[in-house]
């Protein structure tokens, strides 16, 4: 017997197994439910399913299978075979690393200590920088194993100018502040806004190391990496600029300028790339725009200069933007065998 309820006497009248009865209510039932309760119980209770797996194929079955949302609705379901990008990356990373530990077996000691001392610039571990460098080598059927150098690693920056352009030019904004969206941990597609905040403290120190190849191909040329300030003084806006000029023909080289002055209220600066008049190639890596005691560049090391507005940045470009970019001219992080 199984306890039931009916809502009224007329759906009790009307239901398989209410004789007896003269109003709505809990009653015995010998039939599993009553039929006025059929469409609520279809509508809401858990279904179960019952499936016979041989033995020889239990492995693979619960191999393929996982939980679902116990949340939305409890079941298993099948596994997705699909990866991220990201996650694809970090597959062909491990799967070389037995390779890739052979070679670093091999290394003598002065070798390795080249290579850590390579990798403290950019806060890498020697065997990190190698596992980094040495992935993309092979990846790109690339023969050999690369000299570590402190002035770039693996990826670098590089601007190519080539006809019909001229001139290429590219910002990294950093506004005084701006929010970004960050996950909320434990929460599945929940992000919050989070207040980004620089505030510039002098001196000002901004810096590189960069290699190029570059022909002046009208007058009036030039190659430089700077930093403009925008500040207000006397009620007056007013732009200073912090340059670096660059060779147009050099092998790979440390650059740096310091701003020790300016006139009052700094209401933001932007780091800026131009060439102009020039074709050829311009390679840089390790860039930096210190103060309070922190380097503010971000993307660094160049690993993806091409980052623009994403999901978490979606005020100003993560790392670069074009400002001048007309045909022929094009920026991207690449890696070069020098």
């Known amino acids: 017997m199984t306890l039931r309820y009916c809502r009224s006497a007329a759906a009790l009248r009307q239901c398989c197994c209410g004789s007896g009865v003269t109003g709505g209510g809990w009653h015995r039932s010998p039939r599993f439910f009553c039929c006025c309760r059929r469409s609520w119980y ?14 020889e194929l239990e ?14 609705h409890s079941r298993l379901v099948k596994k997705i075979a699909l990866f991220s990008r990201k996650k694809k990356a970090g597959l062909k990373v491990r799967s070389l690393l037995p390779a890739i530990a052979e070679i670093w077996a091999g290394f003598s000691e002065a070798e390795k200590t080249a ?40 990826w670098i920056g590089n601007l190519k100018i080539e006809a019909p352009a001229s001139e290429l030019k590219i910002v990294q904004l950093h506004p005084k502040f701006y929010w970004i969206s960050k996950k909320v941990t434990g929460k599945k597609g929940m992000y919050e806004p989070v207040l980004i905040t620089e505030d510039l403290a002098l001196p000002v120190k901004i810096s590189l190391n960069y290699s190029s190849n570059l022909v002046e191909t009208a007058p009036g040329s030039f190659a430089k990496f700077y930093a403009r300030f925008w500040h207000s003084y006397q009620g007056a806006d007013q732009y200073t600029d912090l340059e670096i000029p660059l060779d147009y023909f050099s092998g790979w080289k ?19 790339f131009h060439l102009k008049n020039l074709t050829g190639d311009l ?3 390790n860039v930096e725009a ?44 690449i890696y070069k065998d020098f």
């Not at 279809?42 to 033995?55: C, F, H, R, S």
């Not at 103060?291 to 790392?319: E, M």
Request: one cysteine or more.
């Open 42 to 55: 279809n509508g809401t209770m858990a279904k179960t399913e019952y499936v016979d797996i041989l033995p």
């Open 59 to 72: 492995e693979d079955f619960f191999t393929g299978i996982q939980s679902s949302d116990r949340f939305v």
């Open 115 to 154: 290579w850590s001392n390579a990798g403290a610039e950019m806060g890498l571990n020697g065997w990190r920088l190698f596992v980094q460098d040495q992935t993309i080598r092979i990846l790109n059927d690339m023969a050999g194993v690369a000299t570590p150098s402190l002035l770039h690693q693996s």
């Open 254 to 272: 440390y650059a740096e300028a310091t701003l020790t002055e300016l006139a009052g209220y700094v209401i933001r600066y932007d780091l800026y």
């Open 283 to 285: 390679y840089f890596d």
């Open 290 to 333: 210190e103060h309070s005691a922190q380097n503010w560049v971000r993307d660094p090391f160049c690993k993806d200069i091409l980052q623009g507005f994403t999901r978490a940045f979606y005020q100003i470009p993560k790392h670069w933007a074009g400002v001048i970019l007309p045909e022929g001219a094009i920026y991207d992080s």
